[in-house]
């Protein structure tokens, strides 16, 4: 089982709606969740950080997070074409190791 | 002011060579990261670096080698460079382990 599990997609959206993404993470320990956006050729960036269970808005962004179902998410609401990337969910468990990323298009 | 800066940004090199990619970072952090992503774009820890710990991924052939001069610094040697370590190369930084880390800008690594 990998640590740090994510469908690759890729994900499709029309402009305005609500991109959802998921992830699932196999060790119970982890204490810390994240997600990165990376743009082609680009380095990641920090969108969100979680640590614990329940929502955190930041902005259009919405991170969740159930530990019980080791399941961490990230909803986009009002998508923006600018929004089109690959996401990806990080966790830490003695370090940060992430999932193999979600492509989203977000199409005008 | 550069948070977390690699150099250089792009290598092009020969097989067999031996070649270093340095990171600094300016931000007091302790832990400092190496990730190498392949042309899937899956992020691969390669070691991690915290208060004086030295934590290398088991996958991670021995001519890779991470060299820490302080804290602020984590270098990168590769021996013998083959086709296969054509990728790019992340260095990262965060407060601890438990926190968000953050990227340098990466360094392209081809292999002819």
């Known amino acids: 089982q990998k640590e740090v599990e994510q469908n690759s997609g890729p994900l499709s959206v029309p402009e305005g709606a609500i991109a959802s993404l998921n992830c699932t993470y196999s060790?119970?320990?982890?204490?810390?969740f994240f997600w990165y956006r990376q743009y082609s050729g680009k380095s990641p960036e920090l969108i969100m950080s979680?640590?614990?269970?329940g929502d955190k808005e930041d902005g259009r962004f919405t991170a969740q997070l159930n530990k019980a179902s080791q399941y961490v998410s990230l909803l986009i609401r009002d998508s923006q074409p600018s929004d089109s990337a690959t996401y990806l969910c990080?966790?830490?468990?003695?370090?940060?190791?992430f999932g193999a990323g979600t492509r989203l298009t977000v199409k005008p | 002011d550069t948070a977390v800066s690699q150099t250089p940004k792009y290598l092009v090199t020969q097989m067999g060579n031996d070649k270093s990619i340095k990171c600094e970072q300016n931000?007091?952090?302790?832990?400092m990261y190496w990730y190498k992503q392949d042309s899937k774009k899956f992020l691969k820890i390669m070691f991690s670096?915290?208060?004086?710990?030295?934590?290398i991924n088991e996958t991670v052939p021995n001519r890779f080698s991470p060299k820490s001069p302080d804290k602020a610094h984590l270098n990168l040697h590769i021996n013998s460079l083959e086709l296969g370590d054509s990728a790019v190369y992340f260095c990262?930084?965060?407060?601890?382990?438990?926190?968000?880390?953050?990227f340098g800008q990466g360094t392209r690594l081809t292999v002819v």
């Open positions: 979680i640590y614990s269970n």
């Open positions: 990262a930084s965060s407060q601890d382990w438990t926190r968000a880390a953050f």
């Open positions: 060790d119970r320990g982890s204490q810390s």
């Open positions: 931000l007091g952090h302790d832990t």
């Open positions: 670096y915290n208060n004086k710990e030295l934590i």
């Open positions: 990080a966790v830490n468990i003695k370090d940060m190791r």
